[in-house]
């Protein structure tokens, strides 16, 4: 008989291989060609700043960025599972016809529920990666209301022959090292694993504990049956102190990623508002799924859909926690 743990965990993972484009159907194939049309082998990514309070919501933008590789499936362009608040979605300017879509959730989404938002504004950091475009497109973000009608709330046009664009490679310093490697990474899911608060005297604590809670993920059903359909890759994020923040106790530590408990004031609750820190970090391989492992023995952890998931390391529950937040994310 199926738990409800296992039937979350089969669900999970259907949502990744799905949107990660691992479920196509024979006609989805058939659209590659579509994606040499429109797109090169590289990644678009925007830096934005989200801004708003609890009843409105802006995009402003930060940087364009040109990354290597785009890992995502060439035959799986346009979003079907109508996930999550958020929708960006990029249209050749020529035609007007979609050529990318992806759902998302976003960390300003849920501040955007808390007590503080009703009474000030913030900002958070905050990116969309998409294919890079051979010619201009426009990019749209939508976001979904309680009746689950998208409106649109950003627009812009991006050349992509623009010298703003930056090409510049970041944290060439952090080393890449192969955990799971089943091959070419248009054709899998390729998680990203970043350590965060691992001195450069941890970083062999770092691979290991990597190791150990990857051994965990791939030990359990379904990603047991389905490790074949994954790569998995470590970014050796070097901090400058060991842990993270942890506000309630007064600890402060100067982390690579900014990791921090009581987000939103919840006390097991890790994130980061460090986007772009993550982005960078995260750029050094091909990635569909960030993880992000935290250099500490306390319970916590955090997910949100297509941004990240986090987990503390050293806590006795931390292999269920990696995974249970993989599928959060």
Not at 24 to 33: E, F, P
Not at 138 to 163: K, L
Not at 175 to 185: A, H, L, Q, T, W
Not at 268 to 273: A, C, H
């Amino acid at each position: 008989m199926t738990t409800g743990k296992s039937r979350r965990l089969v669900s999970a993972v259907f949502v990744i291989l799905t949107a990660f484009g691992l479920f196509v159907s024979s006609s989805a194939i058939a659209g590659d060609s579509g994606y040499s049309r429109y797109f090169t082998s590289g990644a678009l990514r925007i830096d934005l700043y989200h801004v708003g309070n609890a009843e409105s919501e802006e995009y402003i933008l930060d940087k364009i960025f040109k990354e290597p590789v785009w890992a995502g499936n060439p035959a799986n362009l346009l979003d079907t599972l109508n996930l999550g608040n958020y929708m960006v979605r990029v249209f050749d300017l020529e035609t007007s016809r979609l050529i990318y879509s992806a759902g998302y959730c976003a960390m300003f989404g849920e501040w955007q529920t808390t007590d503080e938002a009703a009474k000030v504004k913030r900002t958070f950091e905050e990116s969309v990666i998409i294919p890079f475009p051979k010619h201009k497109v426009q990019v749209r973000i939508d976001r979904r209301d309680r009746e689950n009608i998208f409106h649109n709330i950003y627009d812009t046009v991006v050349d992509p022959s623009d010298y703003h664009i930056s090409t510049e490679k970041r944290h060439r310093d952090f080393r890449v090292v192969n955990i799971v490697d089943n091959g070419d990474y248009r054709k899998k899911v390729d998680l990203v694993i970043i350590g965060d608060g691992y001195t450069a005297n941890e970083l062999h604590k770092m691979r290991s504990d990597a190791k150990r809670l990857v051994k965990v993920l791939f030990d359990t059903e379904p990603y047991k049956s389905r490790k074949r359909d994954f790569n998995v890759r470590l970014v050796e994020a070097v901090s400058a102190e060991s842990g993270v923040d942890e506000p309630r106790k007064g600890r402060y530590r100067d982390s690579a990623l900014g990791f921090s408990f009581n987000a939103f004031d919840i006390k097991r609750y890790m994130l980061s508002s460090n986007n772009k820190a993550i982005r960078d970090a995260a750029s050094r391989a091909p990635y569909d799924a960030i993880i992000v492992i935290v250099n500490t023995g306390r319970y916590g952890g955090g997910g949100i859909f297509n941004l990240y998931a986090v987990s503390s390391v050293d806590n006795e529950y931390s292999g269920y926690v990696f995974t249970h937040e993989l599928g959060h994310s």
